[in-house]
């Protein structure tokens, strides 16, 4: 299971509290906020949702409710490198399920999980839109279609290399 221990930094913060100072008087700036502290922190922990919280004088409760109803949101830290692999119709009828259970078993995390070490995280998808690729899975933006799961661990080692 990967290392959850928030370890912000003193500039990340200043970064979060300029935005805030910025948009704090402007009506919804929940949204707008909580978008570049993703974006500063690269997912919302509860530390920083505490932050948001108390700075612009909304519940904790609602800062959490907007973060688990968006999926551009994430609760969990990603990785260096991006995981995610389509669970679609054509993919899934392809064989996406055992793509995802090598990535699985070769980095020792669960979908939705990233690697102690902060390299890897691995998400699921629905479409992305490539079914004539089928079964797909995406690092870092690079799509790998036509995949077999023989082939996954020759592409992770090119990314095991940085």
Known sequence: MANNLFDGTREQMNKLLDCIEQHKSDPGALMPVMHEAQNIYGYLPSEVQTVIADKLNVPLAEVYGVATFYSQFSLQPKGKHQISVCLGTACYVKGSDKILEVLEKELKIK????????????????????????????????????LTSGEVNGILEKYMKD
């Open 111 to 146: 979908c939705g999980e990233c690697t102690p070490d902060g390299k890897f995280s691995i998400d699921s998808c629905r479409c992305v839109g490539a079914c004539g690729l089928a079964p797909v899975m995406i690092i870092d933006g690079e799509v790998y279609g036509k």
